[in-house]
C-alpha cells in the first residue's frame, strides 16, 4: 500500500513537472467589443458592459509594464459609453470624445503625449455648447468662448499658458457686451461697466 501511494505521488509530480509553463506576462484576450478594432500586434484587455467598465488595447510585453496601444473605450456604470480615444505607448494620443450618462456628448478634442492640445469644446448633458478654446501642451492657451445654457455668449477672452490675459467680455441673456475685465498673469486688475 504505502509503494502505490508512492507510485501515485511520484507520477504526479511528474505530470505537474511536465506542464507547459505560462509566462507570466500572459495578456488575457478580452471579449471584443465592436468598437474596439485593435491594431496588428497588440490584443484586447479589460472587459465591456456588463461585466466590466473598460476595454482598451495593448501590446504584450515580455519584460516591464504592458503599454496601452491602440483604440480605448470606458463606460458609464449605466452602461452607455463614457469614452472613446487611442493610445500610443501608453499616452492618449489624437482625437477622443467623452459623453454624459446621457449618451450626450460631454467633451471633445485631441491628445498630443497625454496632454490636450489644439481646440476643445465642451457641452452640458443637453447637448448644447458650454465653452470653445485652444489647448497648448495641457494648458488652456489662446482664445476661449463660453455660453450660458440659452447658447449665448457669456464670456469672452483669451488664455496664455492657462492664465487670463488682457481684456475678457461679459455678455447680457440678449448677448449685449456689458462688462470687461483686464487680466494679467491671471489676476484681475480692473473692471469697467460697458453700459
Known sequence: MATSRGVVWLLGGLAIGCAKPVPPTEV???????????????VAAGLAPPQGHEAWCEK?????PVLRVGPSLTWHTNGEKASQGSWEAGL????WLFWH??????EQGAYSAD????????YDSSGRRTAEGSFVAGSRDGD????D???????????????????????DPE?????ERDFRDDRMLNVRSLQ
Open 101 to 106: 450618462p446621457n449618451a450626450q456628448l460631454s
Open 149 to 171: 445654457p440659452s447658447a449665448q455668449t457669456r464670456t469672452e477672452g483669451r488664455y496664455e499658458l492657462g492664465e487670463r490675459e488682457g481684456k475678457w467680455v461679459e455678455f
Open 92 to 95: 492618449r494620443t489624437g482625437p
Open 175 to 179: 448677448g449685449r457686451p456689458v462688462r
Open 115 to 122: 496632454e490636450k492640445q489644439g481646440i476643445w469644446t465642451t
Open 28 to 42: 488575457r484576450q478580452a471579449p471584443v467589443h465592436p468598437d474596439l478594432q485593435c491594431p496588428a500586434g497588440t
Open 60 to 64: 504584450p510585453v515580455q519584460v516591464g
Open 144 to 147: 476661449w468662448i463660453f455660453w
